[in-house]
């Protein structure tokens, strides 16, 4: 399935209540879900996420948006073989 992320996003207020280390961007945009341009505020490199029991490595941008959120790029789906669910919320691999 694709989710047509091409990008990994983390909101900036998630960045700091889980005291992530960013280094300042160059000043470019994305076009958000919601079809409006976000300055790229950094980038966390080379993080490391834990989707159930398995570790998968992550740069993600940085933006900030009124509610926290988290979109993963479909790179790691496709590593990891992942069915998603959308109408039972699941995710499996």
Known sequence: MDTEANVSIIILSVIKKLQMIMIISDSSKIIAIDQ???????????????IQNARVPANLLVIDAS????????????WYQVDLFFYKKELRF
Do not use: A, E, Q
């Open 36 to 50: 409006t341009k976000k300055n790229v505020i950094g980038i966390v490199k080379d993080t490391s996420l834990s």
């Open 67 to 78: 509610k926290d959120n988290l979109l993963l790029g479909i790179d790691w789906m496709d």
